[in-house]
């Protein structure tokens, strides 16, 4: 039996409701913070990923799916949805727009990845990104309009991360900083850290080794090397977040797997979700743009994983009616499906969900097949006319042509 590819899933009609109502509000969401839809191609030129991720980073050595076409141009699945926006913002000169610019996709993400419960290979993406503005009050309401979402969706139990790792003029101290300390406690490391300080050291940070994770705790921070303007820029981000009253947990550890961020961090956990915990990854990237070839532009964004979203729901035990059935047509024996057929026909022009029986199912299990899908009413369609039947209700006889009218909008 053929079956889908590891790593990657079938969202089926039973799982679409909590799945749509994410992207729903996700839409929603975005629509009232003035951010607009934009959908990205799914592959895209390998170099724009090699150069924006950095040559050293887990997602160009080990994550990215990526071939030869027959034109010979090697070409990449979408690993991630911040460089492809950044790749058509410069294309499209949209840096004339007024700034910031502010853009929202759901789409698929590709990562060769081990596998886990709400981690898969193809995996979906709520991804929101500012561009052209380096005001931390940005910062803000991008943090605040996934708090927002998540409100809206009625998820509970999370917490947010915040931290800043500085900029181009005070993180090279830092750095410096870090990798002599790396180097004297080089046994605490693991094979994976020690590449890491070799190529980006920063990412040290982000491992899955509980063992060099706490011998990390030890390690110089990068708050204690933040220059004046990037010290400003964190502390009156935290300033607008009490504003809007969210609450946060500082983690120094805190940075992300990709070169191109710079200044604030953030990730949303949920407590859900158990030892997987993250919702949401995001953080600022002042030199992105630039460094695919634009003009100098500040930007600030996150992506948030679909599927963890619905396990944290299903976890929460948030369960939606997966029934849109309104009126189900039995029939008996000998009845006109030809009448039938058009009065379903008539009653879905009116914007009333139908469904009849096409399994040639005697008329009791016609009536149990209406119960399953929950319909509303069921009528039952004879010769001679038509019952009526709703839950609770005494039965109603009618004409067979009076069931539009008394049943359409």
């Excluded at 419960?117 to 993406?125: A, D, F, I, V």
């Excluded at 009625?154 to 750095?175: E, K, Q």
């Excluded at 469904?355 to 039952?380: M, P």
Aim: hydrophobic share 35%; glycine share 10%.
């Amino acid at each position: 039996m053929i079956k889908a590819p590891r790593g990657t899933h079938d969202v089926l009609p039973g799982e679409q409701p909590l799945w749509r109502r994410i992207v729903h509000t996700a839409e929603a969401v975005c629509a009232d913070y003035g951010y607009r839809p934009i959908v990205t191609p799914g592959f895209e030129e390998t170099e724009l990923f090699a150069r924006t991720s950095g040559a050293g980073s887990d997602i160009v050595r080990k994550e990215m799916y990526t071939f030869t076409d027959r034109g010979g141009r090697s070409l990449t699945l979408r690993p991630e949805g911040t460089a492809p926006v950044a790749r058509a913002y410069v294309e499209h000169g949209l840096s004339h727009e007024a700034a910031p610019f502010k853009a929202y996709m759901v789409l698929p993400m590709y990562r060769y990845d081990r596998p886990q419960k709400g981690r898969h290979r193809e995996h979906w993406q709520f991804s929101a990104e500012a561009l052209g503005s380096d005001d931390p009050a940005i910062d803000a309401e991008v943090i605040q309009l996934y708090a927002e979402f998540l409100r809206r969706l009625g998820v509970t139990g999370f917490w947010l991360y915040l931290n800043s790792i500085g900029d181009r003029r005070c993180r090279p101290r830092y750095i410096e900083r870090l990798k002599a300390w790396l180097t004297e406690n080089e046994g605490a490391l693991d094979d994976d850290a020690r590449e890491k300080r070799a190529t980006s050291p920063l990412r040290v940070f982000d491992t899955k080794n509980e063992a060099v994770r706490e011998a990390l705790g030890a390690a110089p921070t990068i708050g204690e090397s933040l220059c004046d303007e990037c010290r400003a820029h964190f502390e009156e981000l935290r300033h607008y977040l009490d504003a809007y009253g969210i609450e946060y947990r500082l983690r120094p550890s805190l940075v992300r797997g990709l070169d191109y961020y710079t200044r604030t961090t953030f990730e949303f956990h949920g407590e859900a979700l158990g030892a997987q915990s993250q919702l949401v990854g995001g953080g600022r990237y002042d030199y992105l743009v630039e460094e695919i070839g634009g003009p100098p532009t500040p930007g600030i964004g996150f992506g948030a994983g679909i599927e963890r979203l619905v396990l944290q729901l299903e976890q929460q035990g948030i369960e939606l009616d997966t029934s849109h059935i309104e009126v189900f047509f039995a029939c008996e024996p000998g009845t006109s499906r030809t009448e039938v057929l058009a009065l379903m026909g008539e009653l879905r022009r009116r914007g009333v969900a139908c469904e009849t029986d096409y399994a040639g199912r005697s008329l009791k299990g016609q009536l149990t097949q209406a119960r399953r899908l929950g319909a509303d009413v069921t009528v039952i369609a004879a010769r001679d006319g038509a019952t009526i039947r709703r839950a609770g209700a005494a039965d109603e006889s009618v004409p067979l042509a009076d069931i539009a009218e008394r049943l359409g909008r």
